[in-house]
């Protein structure tokens, strides 16, 4: 049986940077439904991530590229709301995706199977379920190309549940085993010699659970099982990973556990902090994500940062992560919900490889332009999560950080500036967050504030400036920000003529953003890339019979 699905849009809030390093960060939230939470995100071969989301009555799969822009998302109807219920994807070894989560089809919850192309077009689709009740919360590849899911079966209570399938989603084996009280299949690997491990969780309590390793056979017959002892209020197995050294990684809520193949504990790590997914790093380090802390561990378990960043609070709203990845440039890639009023919408944080991002930028000035004394200036910016923010410049002759507003609402995204009556070469810009001092940002450059009538004219705009765009690479659309300098004739000012255009890499003329005669200053325009395929492009501006051109990347 099929499912039906529907494409649907995303509102997005934004906010992104290229650090120093080269990694790229951004922190985004997407309303696609009603209560939506993300629950697993993984990179993609394009450097984009894939992301498994639920919604009040859907599963949902989205694809983001590299910068956080949304790409497209699937959602298959059939979920209500049920706390149990979760979602999983992967990517598979033909670029496509596997995803599952539990569906709730004739009165009874059933384990939802997806398999799709890299665009997420359904390739099949299957249930799995008897009829009790079943939850799927993992799924990962197989060796035969096949599948595996761990999950939960419902008996008098539940029971810790694994299923085995083939490349087609139809099942091979199924295993269920009871350990008296509520019990849950929470993650699985394969070995390469004889099995799957599953990792799951036992109730002793209401608060308490036991963290449990399981050893099936490619037959789905059990052959042996470890119970971990860790004394934690909320010991739950929400990861497990291979290790290059022949180990595995098992994650029990406030614990890391590096085991042999058979289970049997090498080293344990006690953190201390619930942990809701762990990973082992490139520099074989440990990355640990509670709901609202990243911490980062080296390969003996000393601490060697955390960063408390993420919101909470009542003014901001709150923020619930659940699962983290490293990714390729070495930065850390986090999902989750974001909850604000009666709103819940999927959380998305980039970091860099110290789990650092910028909740704020500064778009304009961002270095490079000369301002006119006296005129007025639209300072640009974008954010996430802020309410309002304090606007400071800051002059080279005192050194101090001179305030322009305070308190303005951060949603405006730009202020008008009067320009103050000064000489200026060395100006910067700084956008504080109100309700975080520690979160702001600066221009990245100076800027030059002139006053035409100076006597030496060292101040008139005598500059031809044509700037990188930004965002670059970007999605759908992107500013370009340029400067017109003074032309005197006899004394008397001329309108040069100016134009720019974007080409392709063949030079081929593709559109024409300007045309026209332009009085001397900064000017900033938006391109709007709809149409464009992914590419290099170039845009050239034209004054006269000087140019400037400069190169940038669409990425659709």
């Known amino acids: 049986m099929n499912l039906t699905f529907v494409r649907v849009m995303i509102i997005t809030f934004i906010s992104f940077e290229i ?79 596997i995803l599952t989560g539990a569906v709730n089809r004739e009165s009874n919850w059933d384990i939802s199977l997806i398999k799709t192309d890299k665009n997420g077009t359904v390739i099949w689709s299957k ?38 399938t083939d490349m087609n989603g139809d099942t091979l084996w199924s295993y269920s085993i009871d350990f008296g009280k509520n019990d849950f299949g929470w993650s699985a690997l394969e070995l390469d010699d004889d099995g799957y491990i599953f990792i799951g969780s036992m109730s002793i309590s209401i608060t308490q659970s036991k963290l449990i390793a399981l050893k099936l056979d490619h037959s789905g017959n059990l052959l042996w099982v470890r119970k ?18 022949g180990s595995i990684l098992i994650h029990g809520g406030s614990s890391i556990i590096t085991a042999d193949t058979k289970g049997y504990p090498k080293e344990i790590i006690s953190t201390g902090y619930k942990g809701m997914s762990v990973k082992q790093t490139s520099d074989g380090g440990f990355i640990m994500l509670t709901s609202t802390n990243l911490f980062k561990y080296d390969k003996y378990g000393s601490l060697q940062w955390r960063n408390d960043f993420f919101y909470w609070g009542y003014l901001i709203g709150y923020i619930s992560a659940n699962y983290v990845e490293q990714a390729q440039d070495g930065g850390f890639i986090i999902t989750g919900s974001y909850a604000h009023g009666s709103s819940i919408q999927i959380f998305v944080v980039k970091t860099d490889s110290l789990g650092r991002y910028k909740r704020i930028i500064v778009l304009a000035p961002n270095g490079g332009e000369q301002l006119q004394a006296n005129s007025i200036f639209k300072i640009k910016w974008q954010h996430t999560f802020a309410k309002f923010v304090t606007i400071q410049f800051q002059t080279n002759e005192d050194g101090k950080w001179h305030t322009i507003v305070q308190n303005f609402p951060a ?146």
């Open 127 to 164: 249930f799995i379920g008897t009829p009790k009740n079943e939850m799927s919360y993992f799924v990962t590849q197989t060796s035969d190309n096949g599948f595996v899911i761990a999950g939960s079966i419902q008996n008098s209570t539940w029971d810790l549940y694994f299923v085995k």
């Open 228 to 245: 971990y002892s860790m004394n934690a209020s909320s010991n739950v197995g929400y990861s497990s990973q291979r290790l290059g050294n």
């Open 411 to 556: 949603d405006s995204l730009s202020y008008n500036w009067t320009i103050p009556h000064i000489n200026e070469r060395g100006a910067l810009l700084r956008i504080t967050d109100v309700n975080d001092g520690s979160s702001f940002d600066e221009s990245n450059g100076h800027f030059k504030i002139f006053i035409p009538s100076s006597v030496d004219g060292n101040y008139s705009i005598n500059e031809f400036s044509l700037y990188q765009n930004f965002p670059n690479p970007f999605n759908s659309r992107t500013l370009i920000r340029y400067v017109i300098p003074t032309q005197e004739t006899q004394n008397a000012m001329t309108l040069p003529q100016v134009t720019l255009k974007i080409y392709d890499v063949l030079g081929r003329e593709l559109q024409t953003l300007v045309d026209e005669p332009k009085p001397p200053g900064e000017y900033e325009i938006e391109l709007d890339a709809i149409g464009f395929a992914s590419g290099v492009y170039f845009y050239k501006l034209q004054v006269n019979n000087r140019f400037i051109s400069k190169k940038m990347i669409i990425l659709q």
């Open 19 to 97: 650090s120093s390093s080269q990694s790229i960060t951004f922190q985004r939230t997407f309303r696609i439904s009603d209560k939506q939470i993300g629950y697993s995100i993984q990179q993609t071969n394009d450097l984009g991530y894939i992301i498994s989301a639920t919604s009040l009555n859907n599963l949902l799969l989205t694809k983001i590229d590299s910068l956080g822009n949304q790409k497209w998302t699937q959602s298959f109807p059939g979920l209500n709301q049920l706390n149990l219920t979760r979602s999983f994807a992967q990517l598979t070894r033909d670029s496509g995706f």
